[in-house]
């Protein structure tokens, strides 16, 4: 028994010193750290599933004010907390090759169609894959697919009309609008169907998007343990999304390709890209896989991310009557001058509401944390600044962490971060910050693939309903919104309601 009871001591006393030393590291270096718990370091009210590891760092933000950079442990893991703007543009930009990995992983045998998105991808696999893909991605090609957008800009407000004939004051969930809207053009301008999302209770891409927005606490669990706890991971076979991407998605998408091939049907469309992929080796052979996950890239980053955009922005302006005005006038005043045609030319001119989408996501940014692995040694000035101590090295290894939300609600940069005010992001507004103060849709080198594309279906969708409808929030909407518990997407947790009065 005595000698059961020692080895226990010693057991723990050695996992106390191996803990102990590693969460000495930051010390050794002279940065600021938070004071960690001995197992699960700084992360574990996100382990708990008791906060989003997002509103960790924002905690952690706003006690060092005044720091370029804060220690932090994600376990026993040595992770950075990124404030400065200049030491952000380093590591985006100017010294990308130093951090050009994202700490978000999926393998390629867990899901190899979340695995090839570009997203998580790393290394030279990123870089031969994203080249692949940009080409389709084009300001050329987004505006090529201007009437699909439009007519799914149509079949919206048709599908308002519709809801508030009989009753203008009962409301529309803007959440399920939304979803609606860019689930439509999705599979219209990606794959060439037709979406049907305005005709159905629940479209071929709620099916879809519900394995990858789910709610609820399973998914929250799958999520934390694929982001924090690798081990489990492989065993449970999850990803940063909760669940693997559907079988019906694959289903549809080859299908759809082999439906063309057997027809002879050539479409210059971002699905016969992919087809047209298949037929090349080099410099590396596209599988069936690979179509897939190129096919949900397009889906990922127009689907969800685009919905919440549009719905959020959609939100303020029934909050704010006086922006709502302006952005209207702006539109009239524009459709006129281009004989009442939603252009793409006309779209450009709209300044006004394109500064209404980037304090949208200044205000609610989708993804709410930006997250590298230094992939070389690299040198940082000392926490306070340049002349205020010794540079420090940042290791290969480390978790590197830049809080998206926390940059856009600094008062240094946006004064009153809580209003809502797009002309933060007139021209001279923007000359007057940082660089690096606006990550809606990250910056450098793995800046957000399909940005142009969901810019101009969220433009099109808030023109095309602020021509037809002034809003105005519903009584059933619950203010000021709160967010679900999720780590990746910055959900709201209840429905968003508005009234939609046709315009005279």
Known sequence: MYTFLFLSLAIISVAYLFFKKKHDYWKLRGVPYPRPSLIFGNVGEAIMLRARLSD???????????????????????AVVIRNPEIIKDVLIKQFGNFHNNWIDVELNIDPIIGFNPFVLNDGLWKTI???????????????????INKGCKNMVEYIKKKTDDNETQGIELKDLSARFTGDNVISCAYGL????????????FKIGEHISSQSKLVQLKQTIALFLPLLRKIFKTTFLGDPVPKMFSDIVLETIKYREENNIERNDYLGYLKELKTKTSPIETTNDMVVAHAFTFFLDGFETSSLTLAYGLLELALHPDIQRKAQKEIQTILEKHNNALTYEAVQEMEYVDNILSETLRKHPIILFLSRICTDNHTFPPPQGPGTG???????????????????????????????????????????????CFLGFGDGPRICLGRKFAIAQVKLGLISILSNFDLKVNKKTCLPVEYENVHVFNSPKTDIWLDFCKRL
């Open 194 to 205: 037709d979406g049907n999302s305005f005709n159905v209770k629940t479209p071929d891409s």
């Open 130 to 148: 994203r080249t692949q893909l940009t080409p389709q991605l084009t300001s050329s090609k987004i505006k090529s697919m201007f009437p699909l």
């Open 56 to 78: 960790l760092l924002h905690k952690v933000y706003n006690e060092y004010r005044g720091y370029y950079y804060v220690g932090l442990f994600n376990f026993w893991n040595p």
């Open 390 to 436: 010794k540079d420090v090295v940042i290791e290969k290894g480390t978790h590197i962490f830049i809080p998206v939300y926390s940059v856009h609600n600094d008062s240094d940069y946006y004064p009153n971060p809580e209003l809502f005010d797009p002309d933060r992001f007139t021209e001279d507004a923007r000359n007057s910050r940082p660089k690096c």
